[in-house]
């Protein structure tokens, strides 16, 4: 589940949070797949890879989050702990 997205040029770098459904998503799928401590909640995050997209940072990360935040408009974060589980 996504909650930001980074966007970086040979100078900038731009982090936007995705809005506040994708943090209560994630923090859902952490107590029901009984991630309690930090460590186990922060090892379940990670980054997807990088693609190179035109434009300036702040307007490719403005772009990707609109992308995510349409393309989940609702988020099974149930299948999220399912998999978190294994």
């Not at 995050?45 to 434009?55: I, L, N, V």
């Amino acid at each position: 589940i996504p909650v930001q997205v980074r966007a970086g040029g040979r100078r900038d770098r731009v982090s936007i949070e995705l809005p506040q459904r994708f943090q209560v998503a994630v923090d859902n799928a952490a107590m029901a797949a009984e991630l309690t401590g930090t460590d186990a909640y922060l090892d379940g995050f990670r980054w997807s890879e990088m693609q190179e997209r035109d434009g300036t940072p702040e307007a490719v990360a403005k772009a990707v989050a609109a992308e995510l935040d349409a393309q989940y408009e609702t988020i099974d974060w149930r299948q999220t702990a399912v998999s978190l589980k294994k």
